[in-house]
Structures are given as C-alpha cells and as structure tokens.
C-alpha cells in the first residue's frame, strides 16, 4: 500500500538576513513506487481529493510526476481501466518534471519554473537533497513567497513585479496558442491598468469545440494578479472535456473550491474535499466575476454561463446581450451551495460574440462625465462589426480611449471577440 502523508501548506515567511530557498516552500505529498499499479494510483487519487500531483520515487530518487487531472481522465475512458488497471503507474507518468534541490534560492528558482513552462506552475516540482526526494513545491507558494519578499524591500518589490508579470503571461501563453489554433477570425485584448492586474482568460481547445473563461477578479495590481493565479490554477485543475461542456457547473466547483481555499466559510459546510468545514467567521471577501463557454463546433451552439458578466452576440440585425447570474464567484455573500444557469445560444455564420470585463463598462468619461455602459459598448461594436476582428479590436480601442479622454483608468480591460 502506498503510504499517505498529510498534504499541508507551509506558512510563507522571509527571516532577517536569511536568503529564501526552495526548502522554505517544500510540502509533503504522498508518493508512488513504479511497482504500484494504475488501480492503486486512482484509488490514492480518489482519496485526496486536494492532492494535485503525485511524485514516483525509485530508490529515493524522483523519476517522474502523475497529474492528477492528465491521470483522472485517461483512466477513466473505455476500456483504458481494463487494459493499464494493473500496469505500472509510469505508462501515465510525466518523465522530465522540474527538479530543483533544496538550497536553490527562490529567485534562482523563479526562473527556473517560468522557464519550465505552465506544467510546473500547474502542476508543481520536485524537490530534492542531493538527488534524494525530499517533497514538492507548488506555484501558488512561490508566487506567495515572492510577495513576501515584495514586502520586505523596495526595491525588490519593484524588481518581483516586473517579473510577477513574466509569471502571469506564461499562464496566459498556451491559452492564446490554443486560441489562434481553432479561430480563425478574433481579437483578445488584455491589457493591466498597472504591470500586473487582476483579469485573467483561459482558453482550451478540445476535438469537438472549446471552453473559453474571462475572469475579473477582485482588485489589480499585484493583489489582484496573485488571485488570477488562485483562479487559473483552480480552473486548470478542475477543467475537464466534459466539465466544460458545463460551464455554469464550473463556475459552482470554482465557487466552493475558492470559498475552501480563502476561508471564506460563514457557516458549517462539507467542502469538495467531503470534509466538514468548522464555522467561522470569512476572513476575507475575494472571488472573481466570470463569463464561462463552451462552443460546439458542429452544432454551432454557444452555452454561457455568466457570474456578473454579461456576452454581447452580434448578428446581422442587431446586438444581444446575455446576463448572467448577479453573484459573483468565491465572494463571502456567494453561498457555498450557489448554483449558475447555462443558457444555450445558436450562433449563426457571421455572427461575432464579444465579451469584456467591467474595465470598459464602467470607466468614466464622455461629456457628461459617467460611466461608458453597456448601450454605449453595444454602439461601439455596432459600428464596427463588419470589419476583421483585429481590426474590430483597435476600432474598439480607439473609440474607448476617446470617450475616457482626461481620466484616469479605473481598472484592467479585457475584451476577448470572435467571429463564428
């Protein structure tokens, strides 16, 4: 049997004169053997709902990591439990993780993960002594890390915000490849009101369509940039082919997973994990409004399912626009139990869907000084609706900088725009 250790999160702290190392953000994990078989590795996974990845370790030397959601859904298709039931758990095991000793300082290894790309950030590392395993590290305690040392010192505040947004844009790159590789006529536009901010999109594709999210979490900045990477990190563990074709049911997964994790618990609870959560009272109020889709190319059906976020479709006449639910995801308010509608819209050829954060919507300008709105929005996307996307974007851009004039922006902008 394998033997399970409790998984916990080490508190993140920056000692006086001591350097930050990799060992400052190790956790304990459970780990496999390569003579523990598939059924085994499915039954641990099933049993720690919150374990994320799982190290196989041979001879007290890391030689692969087991993604819980890559692991999950291979298993789970036909026949798949038949065939690799009984085989060695490396037939699903990624053979080249990052592995970073102990000693490595945190910055050293801050670069080492962007560099690794979006699975260590993901997914986690390996740490080491001297080649013998020792735990895992996760991307959410180095960027915690790193905030700590913000904190700390001016100057590498400013030098770890700079770099805090090399980590935020390669969350983002795979999103854009899958993005530029199924449509064939968009525009996304992403732009923070300071280095970093708080919106954040994601973008995967899939054989028989796609799951698109634009998410605005709560503030910007840096603030708002490390709840993106609480978002993102929760959306790609939990996002799956068929959870996407769902979108209102992951924003409810999104919703008790985000509540669980900020401790935003008000009242006596069982949590995705299926542990009774105590009553206490929410120590903090963050969460996210969100627009969740899921595009099925052969029927050219769009579900949305929206958490104060509405989707703008326009047709040839004239534009529509969805609302979504009033409640926002993770917020203290937002009920553990909340559940989102989907609503099914068919899109016709020629038809362009638009979504934005609130950044456009309530900026403030114009001659009267009030916010742009979402009529006036609409307006703006009528005017140039029969051009390219991209073009379409910097219209959009254009006549957005116009009506802000002299003021100030109020918050991140997201516009994310295709053409069916």
């Not at 459970?30 to 799982?54: D, H, K, M, R, Y």
């Not at 041979?58 to 085989?87: Q, T, V, W």
């Amino acid at each position: 049997m394998l033997t399970q250790k409790r998984v916990f999160a080490p508190p993140s702290r920056i000692r006086p004169g001591v350097i930050p190392t990799a060992q400052d953000i190790l956790i304990e994990t459970p780990v496999a053997s390569p003579l523990q078989t598939n059924l085994e590795i499915q039954q641990l996974f099933s049993e720690n709902p919150q374990l994320v990845g799982l190290p196989v370790i041979e001879d007290d030397s890391a030689i692969g990591l087991i993604n819980r959601n890559i692991f999950m859904d291979s298993i789970s298709r036909p026949f798949h439990k038949e065939i690799f039931g009984k085989k060695s758990c490396i037939a699903f095991m990624d053979k080249t993780p990052l592995i970073v000793d102990r000693r490595t300082s945190i910055q050293e290894l801050s670069f080492m993960v962007v560099n690794a790309g979006k699975k260590a950030l993901s997914d986690g590392f390996i740490i080491v002594d001297e080649g013998r395993y020792v735990g895992m590290g996760m991307g959410h305690e180095l960027v915690r890390m790193v905030s700590d040392m913000q904190a700390q010192k001016n100057h590498i505040v400013m030098e770890s915000i700079a770099y805090a947004s090399v980590i935020q844009k390669s969350y983002l790159r795979s999103s854009r490849e899958d993005m530029n590789a199924v449509l064939k006529d968009h525009f996304m536009h992403w732009e923070p009101r300071d280095i970093v901010g708080g919106d954040y999109y994601y973008f995967s594709k899939y054989e028989d369509g796609f799951f698109a999210a634009i998410m605005d979490c709560s503030g910007h900045g840096v603030p708002g940039a490390f709840m993106t990477l609480i978002m993102a990190s929760t959306l790609d563990h939990l996002l799956t082919r068929e959870k996407g074709k769902d979108p209102a049911e992951m924003l409810s997964l999104m919703n008790r997973t985000v509540k669980v994790s900020l401790g935003q618990v008000s009242q006596k609870v069982e949590a995705i994990t299926g542990e009774p959560v105590e009553e206490e009272e929410a120590r903090s109020d963050d969460g996210m409004d969100a627009a969740f889709l899921w595009f099925d190319m052969a029927k050219g059906k769009m579900t949305y399912a929206g958490a104060r976020m509405p989707v703008f479709v326009s047709g040839e006449e004239d534009i529509v626009i969805h609302e979504g639910k009033k409640k926002g995801v993770g917020y203290a308010d937002t009920a553990m139990d909340y559940e989102w509608e989907n609503r099914e819209i068919q899109l016709q050829s020629g038809d362009c869907v638009y979504v934005t954060t609130d950044g456009i919507i309530d900026q403030i300008g114009g001659k009267r000084n009030i916010a742009l709105g979402k009529r006036q929005f609409s307006e703006i996307i009528r005017a140039s609706r029969q051009l390219p996307m991209t073009a379409q974007r910097e219209s959009i851009m254009e006549a957005f900088c116009q009506y802000q004039g002299n003021h100030s922006r109020r918050d991140d902008i997201t516009i994310f725009g295709f053409r069916v």
